[in-house]
């Protein structure tokens, strides 16, 4: 191609291309490290990880791409190129407003912190972690300061997870969810828990059959194997290298069928999102999603909306009994289907049942926003978790391993995070209403084990759009309404109101 007949929107696009390649190969690094990577690669690891990031940051922040983004700003903004730049121009902005020597305090607080944490939270001993987190914490506030916000510090860590939403906004939304999953865990703590109801999940589940029994639901699904492989690891996740390879990793336990079961339907919803996105979006910064609580949704949908119903087991149920006959003797269609769907105060969040989940969400988001309105400080930070623990879920945990340790978030510095696990949340049962709204044969499909009908709305109101449009404005065109929690209050309440005989 001729230089000069390359216009600005060209040579901008050629550079984002460049960036998104070396952040792919970097990707790809990263999910080696995770999945066949042998222990003595990691030295080296880090480095080449550090090397590509650092290549992909200067390009960047580079004068040049400031200077096309600036050429191309005149660019019809609800067109696709418009999009693109608005996309990367946040991302540009983002980026140079960080002072270089702040997110090298920052990248350094984090990696310390880390086998900090590990360590702190294996002896569950808070004064080994509370020194770095009063490192980051201070960094992460000054981060905010760096990037800007109109109303709330919180909002400038927000922003770069979930594009345009504010601290308020999530208060409200937070509020509307305490009123309605209160009163529901409430109720069910009254009727109570029959202890053995879990049962049916335990027991000697051969790891080679799960994992085919998991490959044939979400080929089902629709995950496509020729733009996609599935890997082992220890946490599992999903990633993308552009639309054309999109992989998902597993863990499997061998006495306890839940983490890969559901885990693999997870990713497989994230991944199914990442395989829908339009072609023509490769390496370019609309391949992504909207935002990360957007991205929850698609698999939270896929894990519970159509992992944990009725519907979905009265196909499979009989399946994957064939599958593991000795396990599953006597456990009929009903019992396994109450044993992945109990409700129960619980201390571990990635261990909570999806109505309680939220409850620890709402603790982690008022803890932060206390944080960083000086009104809570770092040695307090486990009395306020355990406070809040008793408060909302009833429960106080034994130590703070299994209470304000629990989670990796902090010590990397993810601050305004967690609240995009409950957007997923919200977002999921909306989606699926109005999916099933305009296909009303949805549910009785799923009971047939087929799934393309569902498949085919996500695809085409949510998946082809990858980033284009910001979240707010992907919900809107999709439902026709912004983010709404009535649906998502009257799913839970219908599904354990039955479940649980609740009046
Ligand atoms: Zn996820």
């Known amino acids: 191609m001729a230089k000069e007949h390359e216009t600005l929107y060209e040579r901008l ?35 080449q990880m550090a090397t590509l990031s650092r290549l992909a940051h200067e390009m960047l922040v580079d004068g040049e791409t400031g200077r096309l983004l600036d050429a191309s700003g005149d660019l019809d903004p609800c067109s696709e190129e418009g999009a693109l730049v608005r996309r990367a121009r946040r991302e540009y902005e983002r980026a140079t407003k960080l002072p270089a020597e702040l997110v090298a305090q920052i990248t350094r607080a984090t990696a310390l912190a880390e086998p900090a944490w590990a360590r702190a939270r294996g002896e569950s001993d ?30 400038a860590l927000l922003d770069g997870y979930e594009p345009g939403a504010k601290k308020a906004w999530l208060e409200a ?27 049916p999940l335990y027991g000697a589940f051969d790891e080679a059959k799960q994992e085919r029994f998991g490959v044939e639901v979400v080929t089902r699904f629709g995950y496509d194997w020729e733009r996609g492989r599935q890997d082992r690891t220890v946490h599992p996740f999903c990633i993308s290298f552009g639309p054309g390879d999109v992989r998902i990793t597993t863990r499997f336990d061998p006495g ?6 559901f885990g693999t339907f997870h990713e497989a919803g994230h991944a199914l999102y990442q395989q ?26 896929w894990e519970n909306l159509v992992g944990r119903s009725r519907a979905f087991w009265s196909y499979f149920y009989p399946r994957l009994r064939d599958t593991f006959p000795e396990a ?114 949805i549910p009785a499909q799923i009971q047939q084990g087929e799934f393309a009908v569902l498949l085919g709305w996500l695809r085409e109101n949510i998946h082809r759009h990858g980033s284009r449009y910001d979240p707010d404005q992907l919900v ?11 649906p998502y209050l009257s799913y839970l309440r219908n599904k354990f109101g039955e479940l649980y005989e609740l009046d």
Do not use: C
């Open 328 to 441: 599953l003797r006597g456990v009929d269609l009903e019992t396994f289907y109450h044993a992945i769907n109990v409700l129960a105060p619980s201390k571990i969040r990635v261990e909570a049942d999806e109505a309680t989940y939220n409850l620890h969400i709402l603790l982690r988001f008022e803890l932060e926003v206390a944080l960083f309105e000086d009104e809570l400080f770092v040695a307090d930070l486990p009395a306020a978790w355990n406070a809040k623990m008793k408060e909302y879920v009833g429960v106080t945990p034994k130590n703070d391993a299994e209470g304000v340790l629990q989670d990796i978030h902090w010590a990397d510095g993810l601050f305004g995070y967690f609240p995009t696990y409950t957007i997923g949340n919200v977002l999921s049962v909306q989606f699926f209403d109005e999916a099933v709204k305009a296909h009303p044969e």
């Open 126 to 155: 808070w004064s080994v972690f509370a020194p770095h987190l009063e490192e980051i914490l201070p960094l992460k506030k000054r981060a905010a300061e760096a990037l800007g916000y109109e109303d709330h510090p919180y909002d």
């Open 13 to 47: 696009n050629d550079r984002l291309a460049t960036i998104s390649d070396v952040r792919s190969a970097n990707s790809l690094l990263f999910w080696d490290r995770q999945t066949h990577m042998p222990k003595g690669g990691i030295a080296s690891r880090a480095e």
């Open 276 to 301: 829908g996105v339009n072609p023509a979006y490769a390496r370019t910064p609309l391949d992504g999603g909207a935002s990360m609580g957007v991205h929850e949704s698609q698999s939270r949908l």
């Open 173 to 199: 939304m937070f509020g509307e969810l305490k009123a309605g999953i209160l009163p529901l865990l409430r109720e069910v703590t009254e009727k109570g828990n029959d202890e053995n109801r879990t049962a």
């Open 256 to 261: 306890w069928l839940a983490p890969a079961l």
């Open 476 to 486: 809107q065109k999709a439902t026709g309404r912004p983010l709404d929690t009535a």
